[in-house]
């Protein structure tokens, strides 16, 4: 039997949603080429911190272990990732400079606005520039609803035998004639034997969108899933390059008014039910591709181009009653004919618990006693009020903490 406790927190406003049916953003996991060899869950398990200035952040992101960060607001500088971390960018969050992981794992990126600064005019000068987005020797990576433009010498690459990513729901765009335009590159040359057999990346619902003469993507090495994209940047000299060594599985795709959407560069590829609207030169691969070893649901290519136009970059808001929690404590849309929002609480056992409401500095704002006096859940609601900002919720039991987690509340 379920008992519902009802404690009212004057200061708690009204809580943010995502819609993600059950699972709440913090704790989705990967899917695509980024699920295989042990699954990418970036911070599951760890803390869960909201930051808001770049020496936190990278402080943070160096420890180890297991940890979830939120940023928010802008920082200016280069973000450097470390293992076992997601880093999630609330609603309007940028990063002024780059995200660079080397020699990193399991770590997930999510709704973040990256960009840099131009590079100027000179074509050596921004080749020998930063990228927007770059790892190296990394693996098992999901960066997804990713805002990425203006790289200087490209806008994502992956280079030094990188493996297991999956890139979904990322935006590519140029603002500016960068004379070196390029978006994403697999490995950073052709004749590399370590780089063979790596390289296994998922692309999915992503958006080349302007401003960008190539490398959308140049694939090499690796076996690569290209579905369910869109391209409409009219500036390219090509898009999708199928490289030496690569096995490259093209379908669902649409492409828009662009030149060569598909260009022979030694490898072997299958192109198939993608749509071209539009388009001049070579749309044709051969050699075949690979079957992936992944479940995956592909949209119909009718309906690819409306949903990555609404849905791509970072493009993930939080309205309503569901907030971003910990597994041990879920936030619910209030039942019929109430207001607020509805925390469940599961305590090891019938008794008194104990949930505290901190501010996201950590000041502790209020705390609420109740008594659990059945086995299994206990939901407690929390009443809207004027207060903005992070919250953080804590509940215990005895003296040990059982539950804790965050609330997001949504602009007044």
């Not at 009212?8 to 699920?35: K, N, P, Y």
């Not at 987005?133 to 990576?141: C, Q």
């Not at 609207?277 to 181009?305: C, H, M, R």
């Not at 970059?313 to 509805?342: D, I, M």
């Amino acid at each position: 039997m379920k008992k519902t406790f009802f404690a009212t927190a004057m200061l708690v406003a009204a809580l943010s949603v995502i819609s993600r049916a059950q699972t709440s953003i913090d704790q989705e996991e990967a899917f695509g080429w980024a699920s295989q060899n042990g699954g990418t869950k970036g911070g599951k398990g760890g803390p869960v911190d909201t930051v808001a200035d770049l020496t936190t952040l990278n402080a943070g992101l160096k420890a180890a272990g297991p940890h979830i960060f939120f940023l928010k607001g802008s920082v200016t500088g280069d973000v450097v990732l470390g293992s076992d971390k997601t880093l999630i960018g609330f609603p309007g969050s940028t990063i002024k400079g780059s995200i660079i992981g080397k020699g990193v794992k399991n770590v997930i990126l999510r709704n973040l606005t990256v960009s840099l600064p131009p590079c100027g005019t000179n074509y050596d000068s921004c080749k020998a520039g930063a990228d927007a987005v770059h790892f190296e020797g990394s693996s098992n990576v999901w960066a997804d609803h990713l805002d990425v433009s203006d790289g200087q010498d490209g806008n994502f690459d992956i280079t030094h035998v990188c493996d297991y990513f999956t890139i979904s729901w990322v935006k590519f765009y140029y603002t500016y004639p960068n004379p070196h335009n390029r978006s994403n590159l697999f490995g950073s040359d052709d004749s590399l034997a370590p780089d063979i057999g790596h390289y296994k990346t998922t692309f999915q619902y992503d958006w080349w969108w302007k401003g960008i003469g190539s490398r959308m993507p140049r694939t090499r090495y690796g076996d690569v899933h290209i579905v369910n994209n869109l391209t409409t940047s009219t500036e390219a000299d090509y898009c999708i390059t199928v490289g030496g060594y690569a096995r490259v599985l093209i379908e669902d795709n649409v492409f828009i008014g662009v030149k060569d959407p598909i260009l022979a560069g030694g490898g072997i590829g299958l192109e198939r039910n993608n749509l071209y609207q539009n388009t001049t030169g070579n749309k044709t691969t051969s050699g075949g591709a690979f079957t992936p070893p992944y479940a995956l649901t592909i949209t119909p290519v009718a309906q690819v181009e409306s949903m990555v136009r609404a849905g791509a970059g970072a493009t993930l808001k939080w309205s309503g009653t569901t907030g971003l929690q910990r597994p041990e404590g879920s936030v619910l849309a209030a039942p019929a004919g109430r207001s607020g929002a509805y925390l469940s609480l599961t305590p090891p056992s019938p008794g008194r618990i104990t949930v505290s409401l901190y501010g996201a500095a950590g000041r502790l704002l209020a705390t609420h006693s109740l008594v659990a006096r059945d086995p299994g859940p206990a939901l407690v609601s929390f009443d809207p009020s004027e207060t903005t900002g992070a919250l953080i919720y804590r509940a215990s039991q005895g003296g040990k903490v059982f539950a804790r987690g965050a609330f997001i509340p949504s602009p007044r």
